[in-house]
């Protein structure tokens, strides 16, 4: 008899949230990587009118792709307060806190429920969220700790953090997240870079214009360093344009120098890295530093504010630096002060960046559910 494992997606999620795609690249390495005699089902919310590719063609191999009545909201809100949608028992992955997270029975009927949390920012920065997103997290958090069999976090350091926010014991589990497994510079990346407006050679950042992304430190940094190059900040919020080149400005970096854009598909994304001379990690919460991993994967040179998750992601593979922006200037100052020293972060960076990818993820997850 095959063993099913049914993977909740949300394939509607766009560029400006990672969870989404990480969910379908978690699929596709669980398909690639299934045991013998086992396979890989989707549930995912009803289709948006937007949605015009199906599940079957986004994660070739599964076994069975199902479209609940419900659409994303309204099935959140169901699975909040405990109520059914038609999901039944089985072997149930969640890549996010959206799952259907009701009482089963592990030992007799080897029902199984598995969450993932890839941040705790509803916990850490609920003042820069709306009302109805915590609410939602937390209330989807208080529904794991009593249904759930295992709680995937995707740092050691996050692990601690929630086991400080909610009792879960040993059901707390450590698998990391990934760049997209075809993430690499395109061969058409200048051209993608005079599309996005941007020049060759920057810093790059990632954030917006709120306390916790760091953004600020970072742009004093950039000013106190010894170097005279232009940034880029991606993944910024619509409209938060003004705000960011104010930071900026406050900073002593002219506007001229600043270049804002948006979340971008990973095709620009990996175009933007490809001219990169340093990536900057600012943001010191419990978030898992997707930009980061992909810096990581590209060899770019990786410079980053001292926090648990940064030494635990980075490693030996790029510079750490105090929460100070005269020691985040000079940890840049050192990593772009001349030719050889990028070069040798750059390759250390690449090194450190094959230890993430969804196909050792997604053997980390069948080990996790076979060992429940």
């Known amino acids: 008899m095959t063993a099913i494992l049914r993977i909740v997606l949300d394939p509607a999620a766009g560029a400006a949230s990672d969870v989404g795609p990480a969910s379908l690249e978690l699929a596709r390495g669980l398909v690639a990587t299934a045991p013998a005699g086992c396979a890989v089902e989707a549930i995912a919310p009803a289709a948006r009118a937007d949605e015009t590719v199906d599940l079957a063609s986004l994660v070739p191999g599964l076994e069975a792709a199902t479209r609940l009545p419900l659409g994303r909201r309204e099935l959140a809100a169901a699975w909040q307060l405990g109520m059914p949608t038609g999901v039944g028992g089985g072997l149930i992955h969640a890549p996010s806190l959206l799952a259907p997270l009701v009482r089963h029975d592990r030992v007799h009927d080897n029902d199984q429920t598995v969450v993932t949390m890839w941040d705790l920012d509803a916990w850490e920065r609920p003042d820069e969220m709306s009302r109805t997103h915590v609410a939602s ?59 996005l407006g941007l020049p060759e050679g920057f810093v790059l950042f990632r954030g917006a214009p709120v306390a916790s992304s760091g953004l600020a430190l970072g742009l004093r940094a950039v000013a106190r360093a010894a170097i005279d190059l232009p940034v880029v900040i991606l993944d910024a919020p619509e409209g938060s344009e003004p705000a960011l080149a104010e930071l900026a400005a406050a900073a002593g970096i002219p506007e001229s120098h600043v270049h804002v854009r948006p979340a971008l598909d990973p095709h620009d994304r990996a175009a933007v890295f490809g001219a990169a001379v340093a990536y900057v990690a600012t943001a010191v919460g419990s978030a898992f530093p997707w930009r980061l991993v992909e810096a990581l994967r590209l060899g770019v040179p990786v410079v980053a504010v001292d926090s648990a998750v940064h030494r635990e992601v980075l490693a030996e593979g790029g510079l750490v630096a105090e929460v100070d922006a005269d020691a985040l200037g000079e940890a840049l100052t050192a990593a772009l ?31 996790l559910h076979a060992d429940l």
């Open 337 to 367: 002060g001349s030719t050889s020293a990028a070069e040798r972060l750059g390759v250390l960076a690449g090194d450190r960046g094959r230890a993430f990818s969804w196909a050792g993820a997604a053997e980390r997850v069948w080990q």
């Open 137 to 195: 997290q937390r209330a989807l958090l208080k529904r794991a700790v009593k249904f759930a069999d295992a709680v995937v976090v995707p740092t050691h350091a996050t692990a601690q953090r929630l086991g400080e926010l909610a009792r879960l014991g040993d059901r707390v589990r450590v698998i990391a997240g990934a760049p997209p497994e075809t993430f690499r510079v395109p061969a058409d990346e200048i051209g993608r870079r005079r599309a």
